[in-house]
T-cell receptor
Framework: TQLLEQSPQFLSIQEGENLTVYCNSSSVFSSLQWYRQEPGEGPVLLVT???GGEVKKLKRLTFQFGDARKDSSLHITAAQTGDTGLYLCAGAESNYQLIWGAGTKLIIKP | ETGVTQSPTHLIKTRGQQVTLRCSSQ?????VSWYQQALGQGPQFIFQYYREEENGRGNFPPRFSGLQFPNYSSELNVNALELDDSALYLCASSLSGGRASDTQYFGPGTRLTVL
C-alpha cells in the first residue's frame, strides 16, 4: 500500500510570512492533488499535478510535483488569515482510488 | 447548480447498531465516492459507485456497503457498528466515471459517533 507523508503536521505563522508544506512518498503516483479543508466542511480541490517537475500557480500558492512523481510541495507567499485550514495531498494509486496524507494544519495569525 | 449534500449532519449510535448515511450528488454527476475521515487523519477511500454499480473498493470490511440510485444519489450502510467507526463520513461526486485524477466535489460530511 502506498503511503503519503505530509510535513509539518502543524504550522502556525504570522500573516505576511511565507511557508512551504511537503507531501512525500516512496512510491510513484500518476497524479497528485492538493485540497484545503475547513472545519465542518469537505475538502476543496486546489490543484491537480500530473507531469514530473510540473509547477502550477494559483494566486499566492505555488504547487510543484517532483521530477520522479513521488513528492510534492505547496508554497504560500505572504500568507493571509484566509489561508488557515487543513491542507491535504492525495495521490492517484489506481484509476479510481486516491491515497491521502494526514494533512498539515495551518494557522495564520493576524 | 446544487452542490453535494449529505444527511444527517450528525449522528450518535451505540455499538452493534446499524446506520445509513445519505448523499445527493452534484447535478449531472454520475459517480459517487465515499470516504471515512478519522479525527486528525486524511480521508480513507471506502468505495465508489458509477452508474449504480460498485466501481472500486478500499480496504474496508463487508459490513460497509452501499447503493447508488438511478438519480445518482447514494447511501452508505454500516452494520454492527464498532467504536472505531466513529469518524466524519464524506461523499464526493464527479462527472466522468470517477478517475482518481478527476475533480471530485465533496459534501460537508456526516459526523458519526459510536458509543
Amino acid at each position: 500500500t502506498q503511503l503519503l507523508e505530509q510535513s509539518p503536521q502543524f504550522l502556525s505563522i504570522q500573516e505576511g510570512e511565507n511557508l512551504t508544506v511537503y507531501c512525500n512518498s516512496s512510491s510513484v503516483f500518476s497524479s497528485l492533488q492538493w485540497y484545503r479543508q475547513e472545519p465542518g466542511e469537505g475538502p476543496v480541490l486546489l490543484v491537480t499535478v500530473v507531469t514530473g517537475g510540473e509547477v502550477k500557480k494559483l494566486k499566492r500558492l505555488t504547487f510543484q510535483f517532483g521530477d520522479a512523481r513521488k513528492d510534492s510541495s505547496l508554497h504560500i507567499t505572504a500568507a493571509q488569515t484566509g489561508d488557515t485550514g487543513l491542507y491535504l495531498c492525495a495521490g492517484a494509486e489506481s484509476n479510481y482510488q486516491l491515497i491521502w496524507g494526514a494533512g498539515t494544519k495551518l494557522i495564520i495569525k493576524p | 447548480e446544487t452542490g453535494v449534500t449529505q444527511s444527517p449532519t450528525h449522528l450518535i449510535k451505540t455499538r452493534g447498531q446499524q446506520v445509513t448515511l445519505r448523499c445527493s450528488s452534484q447535478s449531472g454527476h454520475n459517480t459517487v465516492s465515499w470516504y471515512q475521515q478519522a479525527l486528525g487523519q486524511g480521508p480513507q477511500f471506502i468505495f465508489q459507485y458509477y452508474r449504480e454499480e460498485e466501481n472500486g473498493r478500499g480496504n474496508f470490511p463487508p459490513r460497509f456497503s452501499g447503493l447508488q440510485f438511478p438519480n445518482y444519489s447514494s447511501e452508505l450502510n454500516v452494520n454492527a457498528l464498532e467504536l472505531d467507526d466513529s469518524a466524519l463520513y464524506l461523499c464526493a461526486s464527479s462527472l466522468s466515471g470517477g478517475r482518481a485524477s478527476d475533480t471530485q466535489y465533496f459534501g460537508p460530511g456526516t459526523r458519526l459517533t459510536v458509543l
